[in-house]
């Protein structure tokens, strides 16, 4: 028994979600390694605020103090609008024995650095920072400070998430974490109850947050990522899908597997009937190779939902590489011991498949595959038994050339399909093409049909 002269090695399905649809393609590798594809890290879109306004100081009546000199200047000057003429005062007011534990020293002291940071030609950029600081000092002293101090900490996380979309534009990545966390961090102030009546600044946070993930991502800091889309999900954004996808694919990204399934159970959870949700989790099963794992969920969702051709087409695959297991090299292992019910299942949900496409290249080419492989393992049988006789030979090179007649038609629509657009294709297509041409090439070869034979080395010559 002479031996073929294209012998394929194993089956891979990679799926891929381009611009939000899902595309099956297939390919059986020869000998080789081919990494998983990932799915893009999905970047949340830097929105900038519009400018910060002016917040004019609430003028407190006190009574004169010799040793509240400093509190009355400052507060004079800023109701003024000269913070350059009261901001030594506030500075002293905070450092004065008297006034250092004083919650209004540290909020002129804001107040002042707020209008310094609010003032374009100042060039202060520490001044947003340090009217947060001192904001929070105020806070930190007395929790229950008058909404006063409201507006001026909204303007100050306007100008913060201003400064963060700047540094995130000019990749400064790290910094600009820090920026559109402090802005959510503002928001939280006093458990969330202070700004909880402003819709503005409630918008303003949570796209902040969402960029704080996109800016710690963008920095290589994915497990800063991961832990706030993992928060994220337990609070305000549990009604978010973006925030959902975001960790599956960062988990993906990182190989986090125990992130990733978690990821993806709470989004299934959360959204049923999101088909992208339903996607992600199949081709982390797919991806992982738990094939006993995805069969009864891929059974589920072609239950219920019968019509759509890619997923009776990725069920068809599920069955197909149960019944046909492979070793990494792509040598194939012992049949199971259900194999007739795998094989059976797979041909008829080929079938449907390719009632509902077709014109489909992959279905095409998998299916052929179907037979291929149990070609192969009628040819693996004679391999494996040297020596053997005659009849047995006979009746496996029969068996083996009535599985590659069955998987011909397949193969040589899919030559057809491809063939037309070659010199485009790119990818896990051409891919796809040249596999199908060498399939083919041993097909002919063996059939001695010289015609097509010649058709194959024709198109096989252009492709190189």
């Known amino acids: 028994m002479k031996k073929k002269t294209v012998m394929a090695s194993g089956r891979n399905v990679v799926f891929l979600r381009k611009n939000g649809f899902d595309q099956a393609i297939t390919n059986v590798k020869y000998n080789s390694n081919q990494g998983k594809q990932l799915f893009p890290i999905f970047i949340f879109k830097i929105v900038r605020m519009k400018s910060a306004v002016f917040i004019s100081l609430f003028v407190l009546s006190t009574p004169v103090l010799a040793q509240r000199i400093y509190l009355?200047?400052?507060?004079?000057?800023?109701?003024?609008?000269?913070?350059?003429?009261?901001?030594?005062?506030?500075?002293?007011?905070?450092?004065?024995?008297?006034?250092?534990?004083?919650?209004?020293?540290?909020?002129?002291?804001?107040?002042?650095?707020?209008?310094?940071?609010?003032?374009?030609?100042?060039?202060?950029?520490?001044?947003?920072?340090?009217?947060?600081?001192?904001?929070?000092?105020?806070?930190?002293?007395?929790?229950?400070?008058?909404?006063?101090?409201?507006?001026?900490?909204?303007?100050v996380a306007i100008i913060k998430f201003n400064k963060a979309a700047e540094l995130f534009a000019a990749k400064s990545y790290d910094r600009a974490y820090s920026e559109f966390t402090e802005v959510y961090a503002i928001y939280k102030i006093g458990d969330g109850k202070r700004f909880s009546d402003n819709k503005e600044f409630k918008g303003m946070a949570y796209e902040a947050r969402k960029n704080a993930v996109s800016s710690a991502s963008s920095a290589g800091r994915n497990e800063d990522a991961i832990g706030l889309l993992e928060d994220m999900i337990k609070g305000d954004y549990k009604n978010?899908?973006?925030?959902?996808?975001?960790?599956?694919?960062?988990?993906?990204?990182?190989?986090?597997?125990?992130?990733?399934?978690?990821?993806?159970?709470?989004?299934?959870?959360?959204?049923?009937?999101?088909?992208?949700?339903?996607?992600?989790?199949?081709?982390?099963?797919?991806?992982?190779?738990?094939?006993?794992?995805?069969?009864?969920?891929?059974?589920?969702?072609?239950?219920?939902?019968?019509?759509?051709?890619?997923?009776?087409?990725?069920?068809?695959?599920?069955?197909?590489a149960m019944a046909f297991p492979a070793d990494e090299q792509g040598k194939l292992l012992p049949q199971p011991a259900n194999f007739t019910d795998l094989f059976s299942e797979a041909e008829h949900?080929?079938?449907?498949?390719?009632?509902?496409?077709?014109?489909?290249?992959?279905?095409?080419?998998?299916?052929?595959?179907?037979?291929?492989?149990?070609?192969?393992?009628?040819?693996?049988?004679?391999?494996?038994?040297?020596?053997?006789?005659?009849?047995?030979?006979?009746?496996?090179?029969?068996?083996?050339?009535?599985?590659?007649?069955?998987?011909?038609?397949?193969?040589?629509?899919?030559?057809?399909?491809?063939?037309?657009?070659?010199?485009?294709?790119?990818?896990?297509e051409k891919t796809m093409y040249h596999n199908t041409m060498n399939v083919l090439r041993g097909i002919y070869t063996e059939n001695g049909d010289t015609a097509k034979l010649a058709q194959i080395d024709a198109a096989l010559g252009k492709w190189k």
């Open 72 to 155: 009355d200047s400052a507060r004079t000057y800023l109701s003024e609008g000269n913070y350059k003429k009261a901001l030594p005062f506030a500075e002293g007011a905070v450092r004065n024995e008297k006034t250092k534990d004083d919650p209004e020293a540290w909020f002129l002291r804001g107040m002042a650095h707020l209008q310094l940071a609010q003032e374009a030609s100042a060039n202060a950029p520490g001044a947003a920072t340090d009217a947060y600081s001192s904001f929070l000092k105020t806070l930190a002293l007395k929790p229950d400070y008058g909404r006063e101090i409201n507006n001026p900490m909204h303007s």
């Open 240 to 320: 978010d899908t973006e925030v959902y996808q975001s960790l599956i694919d960062i988990c993906d990204a990182e190989k986090n597997d125990v992130g990733e399934v978690a990821a993806i159970n709470a989004a299934r959870s959360r959204f049923p009937k999101n088909e992208n949700f339903r996607t992600a989790e199949l081709n982390y099963y797919i991806n992982s190779g738990k094939n006993e794992t995805l069969l009864p969920k891929l059974e589920d969702a072609v239950k219920k939902d019968p019509g759509n051709a890619d997923l009776v087409f990725r069920l068809a695959n599920v069955y197909a």
């Open 349 to 428: 949900a080929y079938s449907k498949a390719l009632e509902m496409a077709p014109g489909d290249a992959a279905r095409n080419f998998n299916f052929g595959i179907l037979y291929y492989d149990y070609s192969r393992w009628y040819n693996l049988k004679m391999t494996e038994k040297p020596g053997a006789d005659d009849k047995l030979i006979s009746e496996m090179t029969a068996k083996e050339n009535e599985e590659l007649s069955k998987g011909l038609p397949y193969f040589e629509k899919s030559f057809a399909v491809l063939d037309v657009k070659a010199s485009t294709l790119l990818g896990a």
